[in-house]
């Protein structure tokens, strides 16, 4: 964590890949706003897109959760991203600014975008499946925003967005921090069944093992970058 506070690097890493993220979500759009497929195939294709945007950054999380590899040149990113179980109140921000800042801490999403872009420019692609990865590529950002609601902001918007199950509750993920290993998901929360069953089999949890490598840190640094 020392590293990514002293080293100027990492941070300008974080809104290269947010620029890049982001930029690659408008041309996904851009390309697939002019396909027709009607809107309930429309519907469908997002509702798809939403919980395998909810399945896939689940999984993302509970790997990055009980990654120690903290001497490689990831380590201080691995650090920061960390650091939100022990100081798990974000800055407030407006929301497009959180979409923004949040989305350089998916550098796997930045190989995704530029995957699906190629896929979609260079393949005979089926139109409904097209835009099922671009609304996951997009959905994946929210994601970040959901997470940040359920820990910063309770307007009736968002009160009523949790209430419909398209953000996630704020009791569902106050389970993650309270016991070990479950609701790993934080977009909507939808597949965490699913995620604990994965978790128990595979994950080691992060009480007992990332936890306790940050547990006397007491530098600079918040969960909202």
Same mark, same amino acid.
């Given at each position: ?27 996904? %759009?851009?390309? !697939?706003?002019?396909? @027709? ?7 469908? #294709?997002?509702?798809?897109? &939403? $919980? ?86 997009? %959905?994946?950002? !929210?994601?970040?925003? @959901? ?7 309770? #307007?009736?918007?968002?009160? &009523? $967005? ?64």
């Amino acid at each position: 964590m020392e590293r990514y506070e002293k080293i100027g690097i990492y941070k300008i890493i974080g809104k290269t890949v947010s620029a890049v993220n982001v930029s690659l979500q408008c041309y996904l %759009l851009y390309l !697939v706003l002019p396909i @027709s497929i009607g809107l309930p195939l429309q519907i469908l #294709s997002f509702l798809a897109a &939403y $919980l395998a945007a909810d399945l896939i950054n689940g999984l993302v999380h509970m790997i990055m959760d009980s990654n120690d590899d903290y001497d490689s040149w990831a380590g201080p990113l691995i650090a920061v991203f960390h650091l939100h179980h022990k100081t798990p109140l974000y800055k407030k921000n407006n929301l497009l600014l959180v979409y923004f800042n949040e989305s350089g801490s998916k550098i796997w999403l930045a190989g995704y975008l530029l995957i699906a872009a190629i896929l979609i420019r260079a393949t005979p692609i089926h139109p409904v499946l097209a835009c099922i990865i671009v609304y996951i590529g997009i %959905l994946s950002s !929210v994601a970040e925003v @959901s997470h940040y609601c359920c820990h910063v902001s309770d #307007s009736k918007t968002e009160q &009523y $967005l949790r209430y419909l199950g398209l953000l996630l509750s704020k009791k569902h993920h106050g389970l993650h921090h309270i016991a070990d290993n479950v609701n790993y998901a934080f977009l909507n929360g939808f597949t965490d069944p699913l995620l604990n069953v994965v978790a128990r089999k595979y994950s080691p949890g992060y009480k007992n093992t990332t936890d306790k490598h940050y547990a006397l840190y007491i530098g600079s640094g918040t969960a909202n970058r």
